[in-house]
């Protein structure tokens, strides 16, 4: 069973047998708008919780894609490189930014489950 | 990722603030204003919409001016002393773009003067001038106006834009007369029997018209216009991806109080009396710049990957010497890619020079490309 997430930064990670998956939530796709570029990360890279690790772009202006969790870059979504849109399309599905391999799965636990990443939401609008 | 927080200021309202809430548009500040910067529809669709069918547009923040004096010499010669344009040979009816010049040659703010149409407004002047910068430009030609010449901000009027293909069409429905202007042409006209004073221009490369109206009117005319299938109300952030993919500038960004008009690529709009006589602030330095050249020149700019080069990014020379600032940048829907204007060094400017683009940190290769990235599709006087 996943374990699924939500960041301050409107990323979402599911972590599933030591591997976390990241993107950006639905919510973030909206205020950004049409989507026009993404950059990802190496794989092989390793990053640290909060690190700017991926770049989305939309018409409007670049946002970085914080990384919820450290972890090691083992896959990346080139998908979304020749098809940017696909954030607007399926943010929180199809539209992955980077799996990590997982070391200490346990800090996610600081993290806002979806009931209090939705509240957070509709606070902040 | 980080979203922008909202802002706590108090902002001020068009008269067609309700309808954008109506519309469900996404109401950003811009200048003080409480502007929409796009509706349901969103940037990218909003701009293909403009250059395929047509778009309405609010931009009542602009600031509407009028200069009134005793005859038209009279107001042409005081605002010929301000900018560079040839003002007074402007026939009745007829629009020039312009812009105010401080004594560097620097440019205060771009706007439109347009000499109205009807022998009654004879020694009447309309300026347009951008909505962040219409304080400044009031207080400085207030100053600086001869006895005799006054300045009245029209301030109870609304401005909207139609822009694109299908523009004249759904005017011409409305209001026979909107048609026969050519580019650049402007009169008073009804609009649905509504009355409004009409030029042909716009901001976005395409045909269109700016329609001023009594702000009790606005409303009226904003839910007739949209009455036709082919418009679709637009934000200001279609307004800005169209006007930059037309190679036009915006002010505070392309242009500001640095850079002269031919630095900017707008020479153009100096009418050959006026190079040559002089007679307005910085003609030193732009005489010389019309006969030596300027030391930097905007340019357009193709990113070759994907990645947009926003606002601020550094223009280097393949070996690496600085050569310039991205003024503006961004994605093109139109043309599919990337797109940048900046400034680099002029003997760097030439179209094909090849450049990178400093973008978090790494060296995005790039090419000095022509303006406009799309062709303009004005309607010449015939």
Sequence with gaps: MATERFTKDHEWVRLDAGIATVGITDHAQRQLGDVVFVELPEVGRKVVASEAVAVVESVKAASDVFSPIAGEVTHVNGELIGQPALVNEDAEGKAWFFKLKVVDGVALDALMDRAAYEAFVKEGS | ?382
């Design chain 2, 1 to 382: 990722m980080g979203l922008a927080p909202a802002s706590d200021q108090p902002l001020k309202r068009t008269p067609l603030s309700a309808q954008h809430l109506t519309l469900g548009a996404k109401m950003v500040p811009f200048a003080g204003y409480e502007m929409p910067v796009h509706y349901p529809l969103g940037i990218l669709k909003e701009h293909l919409h403009t250059r395929g069918q047509a778009g309405l547009f609010d931009v009542s923040h602009m600031g509407q001016v009028c200069l009134i004096g005793p005859d038209h010499a009279t107001t042409a010669a005081a605002l010929e002393r301000l900018l560079p344009a040839d003002i007074a040979n402007l026939r009745p009816g007829q629009q020039r773009y312009s812009q105010l010049l401080n004594d560097a040659g620097g440019i205060i703010d771009d706007l439109m003067v347009t000499r109205p149409a009807s022998a009654a407004d004879d020694g009447r002047l309309f300026l347009v001038v951008n909505a962040a910068r219409k304080e400044v430009d009031c207080a400085h030609i207030a100053a600086r106006l001869p006895a005799g010449v006054q300045l009245v901000p029209a301030a109870d009027r609304a401005l909207l834009a139609v822009q694109g293909p299908e523009a004249a069409r759904i005017l011409a429905a409305l209001c026979p007369e909107a048609p026969r202007l050519a580019f650049m042409q402007a009169r008073s006209a009804p609009i649905g029997g509504i009355e409004c004073h009409i030029s042909r221009s716009g901001y976005t490369g395409e045909d269109g018209f700016e329609i001023s109206v009594a702000a009790e009117h606005a409303e009226a005319l904003w839910q007739l216009l949209l009455n036709d299938d082919a418009i679709q109300p637009i934000g200001l952030g279609a307004r800005d991806s169209l006007r930059l993919e037309a190679g036009l500038c915006l002010y505070g960004h392309d242009i500001d109080e640095t850079t002269s008009p031919v630095e900017a690529g707008l020479a153009w709009s100096m009418q050959k009396r006026r190079r040559s006589e002089g007679g307005f602030p910085g003609a030193n330095r732009i005489q010389d710049e019309l006969a030596n050249g300027p030391k930097r020149k905007r340019v357009g700019i193709r990113p070759d990957g994907r990645a947009p080069a926003r606002e601020g990014t550094e223009i280097r020379a393949l070996l690496g010497d600085h050569l310039g600032v991205v003024t503006s940048g961004g994605f093109g829907p139109s043309v599919g890619a990337p797109i940048a204007m900046g400034y680099v060094a002029a003997d760097r400017a030439e179209v094909g020079t090849p450049v990178n683009l400093m973008v978090r940190g790494k060296a995005l290769a790039g090419a000095v490309v022509p303006l406009p990235f799309v062709p303009h599709r004005y309607i010449p006087r015939s």
